[in-house]
DNA sequence: AGCTTTACTGACCAAAAGGTCAATTACTAA
DNA sequence: TTAGTAATTGACCTTTTGGTCAGTAAAGCT
């Protein structure tokens, strides 16, 4: 027999239960902000007792936070492993692809930062300081080394990194206003394809490099 | 005599209170969104009661509304007069600057404009609609027409001023990481340059222009 | 001056917010 | 089986919310 680990039905159904409400939390506070989500909206869209969630949680804040929290997790920044001998026009348009499909596909993570940067991210503080600051000194360190060895323009490597940023997650956080203004209800299947091509363009060849050749993912 | 039409004692204290609550509201809006901002907090911010905001505004909504309202009314999307024959580089240029100034020295309303459109604009779709829609669609044109003429490369116009606009705006809406990443405390006089320099080379050079000589405002 | 009308606001209200708690219901381990 | 512990939650609490309203003050008009 598998030696299980105590199946646990307590355990169990307590990660169960947090994952529904978590989940639920999730959805509303990107939707709605910190503020205008209630518990109890969290509560009626996780199917849970008000009181459950404030047993798990503690409070709003400490869901806020756990919701938060679960996103860094399986947050990736990309970029992984880059180093001066790489390729930077295929590094970097394979980087703004994916942050142009996370885009797409998956707004409401971007936009529960978003919302979190607009007041001033009391919550995200911490995370910049010990995770992104070093991340970036990293990739600009990369960059940098790129620029001296003449493979691309020299320009300031965070506000390159800025423009890549900005310009891919706005079509998450601002995606009513790209709808409103192109006329559309949604993004279709072009439309990534249509992004990228065009970030891509500007981009790559505004630090003088080439659109790689493409190259099935 | 100079020929007043009723000095009218109501008429102005009234507006002298409408703008100060005006001027509360849009930076507690602003500051902490629709629903993270109270009545009570703006009424204490203008140092008038309560009641009296709801006396000229009629409801949370009403204040809200007209805060939205006067800072559209003071908008101005750029680019005016823009025809086929002037230079783009030179235009796009200045239309860059032009955003990154307003980006900087004045990030509330930028950052007022994004929660709402983070929120699903309830309150700016129709000004999209009936604005935003058809002064791109006139600014597409020209672009259009700029590369029809090969003035400049052709990639599709829309995108070119999302890019822009993402670019720009960024430093109003996402200040905060924008300063947390960079390790400052706010922006300084150089700033300005380096950022509206680093931004006009990727996209003017992106899109087949070069950066014109300058050139004193 | 006195009368009318509009501007204002303190006191109040119901609803909803986040949060507590005592009582009940599971589980688990002996 | 059962005692002990942890999980769960309905009822309840306080505070704050957006909003009303009746009464008062202040213009405006003749």
Known sequence: ????????????????????????AEQLFS???????????VAKE?????????YYFKSKDGLYESVIDR??????????NVTINDDPATVLYNYIKSKVILAVNQPMQSRLFASEILRGAPYLQNYFRTNTRPWVKQKVDVLQAWMDADKMDKIDPYHLLFTIWSTTQYYADFQAEVLLVMNKLEYDETDVAQ???????????????????????
């Not at 239960?17 to 978590?22: E, G, V």
């Not at 996780?46 to 404030?54: D, E, G, R, T, Y």
């Not at 996103?71 to 992984?80: C, E």
């Open 46 to 54: 996780a199917q849970v007792p008000k009181a459950n969630i404030l």
């Open 71 to 80: 996103i860094i997790a399986n947050w990736n920044l990309g970029l992984d």
């Open 195 to 217: 992004i990228t091509q065009s970030i891509a363009h500007i981009i790559l060849k505004g630090i003088g490099l080439k659109i790689p050749e493409q190259s099935e993912t």
């Open 31 to 41: 939707q709605l902000g910190y503020d205008g989500a209630s518990m109890s909206m």
């Open 1 to 24: 027999m598998t030696t299980q680990i105590k199946p646990n039905k307590k355990e169990v159904t307590r990660e169960k239960n947090q994952k529904l409400i978590l989940d639920a």
